[in-house]
């Protein structure tokens, strides 16, 4: 069983910065690709960005290039979502997931992750 745990949400104002982190822990041998996803209230959820195991191939969302950066950390089974120039349209549970079955993908959509978290809650105020 594999579990997935974010941190790092909160409530700041427009302008600021937050880094996320997900950290992965069980059964973590082999490789997986990761993402970060979120979800505001009444939308669906939506891709924000994704890494690759190796951090060979990564993706953003149009809405995000240029302020937020995905990165790794594989020997800490950890993974980041630096997040600058925040809006309030950034406000949503942000959610973590691994990809097991295709590590070098990227992908851009929920069905292709496997495992999530539970979500960490960032607000940004106007």
């Known amino acids: 069983q594999v579990q997935v745990v974010e941190s790092g949400g909160g409530l700041v104002q427009t302008g600021d910065s937050l880094r996320l982190s997900c950290a992965v822990s069980?059964?973590?041998?082999?490789?997986?690709?990761m993402s970060w996803f979120r979800q505001a209230p009444g939308k669906e959820r939506e891709f924000v960005a994704a890494?690759?195991?190796?951090?060979?191939?990564?993706r953003y969302a149009d809405s995000v290039k240029g302020r937020f950066t995905i990165s790794r950390d594989n020997a800490k089974n950890t993974m980041y979502l630096q997040m600058n120039s925040l809006k309030p349209e950034d406000t949503a549970v942000y959610y973590c997931?691994?990809?097991?079955?295709?590590?070098?993908?990227?992908?851009?959509?929920?069905?292709?992750?496997?495992?999530w978290g539970q979500g960490t809650q960032v607000t940004v105020s106007s």
């Open positions: 997931a691994t990809d097991f079955r295709n590590p070098v993908r990227a992908g851009l959509n929920p069905w292709e992750y496997d495992y």
């Open positions: 069980g059964r973590t041998l082999g490789s997986y690709g």
């Open positions: 890494i690759s195991w190796n951090g060979a191939s990564i």
